[in-house]
DNA sequence: GTATGTAGAATTGTCTACAAATACCACTTA
DNA sequence: TAAGTGGTATTTGTAGACAATTCTACATAC
């Protein structure tokens, strides 16, 4: 995922916001959930996660909130934090969720018409048709995600972003969640063609229409509407061997 | 605001989901800064608002990080929390979001077809036209916010509804950063009128082409591109008399 | 008079300990 | 044998205490 960028104007010298350690804790929670470390439906122990992460239970329950506000961790008093399912009508939710933002992404970045914005998503893309070229599902899945995540972030929109990043996880739990395995298309290159297509012409209805139909079809996939296509291939996720690893915070 | 509604089809007796001492702190401070008792900018002392809260720090930071997390809050390593300022670039970015999210909102309100969800926003609508008739903005704001916030919920997507709470809460913070001030159109009612009679009327493209126009415009006159609308009034927040006063949890 | 360095105070960040709620398991009983 | 019941153990929720960082004020040097 790309970094920020400082904005042009801004002065030259920034307050160095050193990353706190909530931060620290909040990013490797996300990853855990992302690479399925942590899998769906997982009670995670505090004290257990804490230790493998080197702090104490305080600032891990803080960062745990973070987690349960963007709704990737679910909390009930006296029970404790697990990790979201996401399935049935939530999947149609965290796809409409993405139509919202991803549509909204690109009307912004064909008005922006910002040259280096537009070649991230066009690297972006060259991955995903190297990816889709070859025959891991779980890499295609990956760089399909990736795609999907250069485009909002190329719209340089902060809260898009912000929204983007939670769904991108909730798009692997949900993949997760409904198959306990993990599906792809494998022609997966051309339709985004199409969305790339549009936006070199700064057409942006096609564009939105584009990703739209995309998204529908992803939805009528995961929620099993759509028994014609038979062109995906479902991976099954590694089992968890019950001793999940996080890695310690360093930086302090 | 309205409140959350069990969606149809949903099990009859829930898991009580008693709420945590978390989730009524988190509602407290953005009461808080919905209606101005924590000003822009404010830092606020940890000990200070827990003892008026009530409880203790844990707690209290647990909640925070939930509106960190939401960019309600803002917090510096060392230096603590701050109630967020909106201005500048940031309150473009807010309404790009605000058109996202209230875009797909009226697209699946439109769909979905619920005569319920669509009284809900008719009464929104009849509250915002009484208030405009009326003389104090303050209230035509507080409607015109709360008809947006209907349309949204009304839509039946729990994400987006999670998004709006907090796009909700920016644009009053928005409101309160850029003029010390508070800026309201006194004509709103006709412009919303617009927007209601094409979702009456199912048109989708002409409903989201109204609000996407409106929010338009409503940039331009926060970030001070319209002069020529002079067709409104600023009303001076209430000074903050320094003692802030939260109202302790209860239900325990 | 401005700027820099230092000491003190206050606040935040983290940890440990205690209280309360929940889950599990054995036991009893129909 | 199955269901209900009680007790125990584990986990979470909260509070308070300690450590570290930052801010403020004052003194000193240029």
Redesign the interface.
């Given at each position: 995922m790309a970094q920020h960028v400082s904005?042009a104007g801004a002065p030259a010298v920034f307050?160095v916001?050193?990353?706190?350690t909530?931060d620290l804790i909040a990013r490797e929670l996300r990853n855990a959930i992302y690479s399925g470390a942590l899998g769906v439906g997982t009670q995670l122990g505090e004290i257990e996660i804490a230790q493998q992460l080197g702090v104490s239970r305080?600032p891990l329950?803080?960062?745990a909130?973070?987690l349960?506000?963007?709704?990737l961790l679910t909390?009930?008093?006296g029970r404790g934090l697990r990790i979201s399912i996401i399935e049935g009508?939530?999947i149609n939710?965290?796809y409409?969720?993405r139509?919202?933002?991803e549509?909204?992404?690109i009307r912004?970045l064909i008005e922006n018409g910002d040259p280096d914005a537009m070649a991230t998503v066009e690297s972006a893309y060259e991955k995903l048709v190297i990816a889709s070229q070859g025959r891991d599902p779980r890499t295609i899945g990956d760089s399909d995600l990736d795609f999907h995540w250069a485009l909002v972030d190329a719209s340089g929109?902060?809260?898009?972003r912000?929204?983007m990043s939670t769904l991108v996880l909730e798009t692997r739990i949900a993949s997760f969640s409904v198959s306990q395995g993990y599906v792809v298309r494998r022609n997966i290159a051309e339709s985004h063609d199409t969305i790339l297509a549009a936006i070199r012409a700064g057409d942006v209805e096609a564009a939105v229409a584009a990703v739209r139909a995309l998204l529908d079809k992803a939805v009528a996939r995961l929620t099993g509407r759509d028994s014609e296509d038979f062109d995906v291939e479902t991976v099954e996720e590694p089992h968890h061997t019950g001793a999940i690893a996080l890695e310690p915070i360093t930086q302090r």
């Amino acid at each position: 995922m790309a970094q920020h960028v400082s904005p042009a104007g801004a002065p030259a010298v920034f307050r160095v916001p050193r990353a706190s350690t909530v931060d620290l804790i909040a990013r490797e929670l996300r990853n855990a959930i992302y690479s399925g470390a942590l899998g769906v439906g997982t009670q995670l122990g505090e004290i257990e996660i804490a230790q493998q992460l080197g702090v104490s239970r305080s600032p891990l329950r803080e960062a745990a909130q973070r987690l349960v506000q963007e709704g990737l961790l679910t909390a009930t008093p006296g029970r404790g934090l697990r990790i979201s399912i996401i399935e049935g009508k939530q999947i149609n939710d965290l796809y409409s969720a993405r139509k919202a933002v991803e549509s909204e992404a690109i009307r912004l970045l064909i008005e922006n018409g910002d040259p280096d914005a537009m070649a991230t998503v066009e690297s972006a893309y060259e991955k995903l048709v190297i990816a889709s070229q070859g025959r891991d599902p779980r890499t295609i899945g990956d760089s399909d995600l990736d795609f999907h995540w250069a485009l909002v972030d190329a719209s340089g929109s902060q809260r898009l972003r912000r929204y983007m990043s939670t769904l991108v996880l909730e798009t692997r739990i949900a993949s997760f969640s409904v198959s306990q395995g993990y599906v792809v298309r494998r022609n997966i290159a051309e339709s985004h063609d199409t969305i790339l297509a549009a936006i070199r012409a700064g057409d942006v209805e096609a564009a939105v229409a584009a990703v739209r139909a995309l998204l529908d079809k992803a939805v009528a996939r995961l929620t099993g509407r759509d028994s014609e296509d038979f062109d995906v291939e479902t991976v099954e996720e590694p089992h968890h061997t019950g001793a999940i690893a996080l890695e310690p915070i360093t930086q302090r």
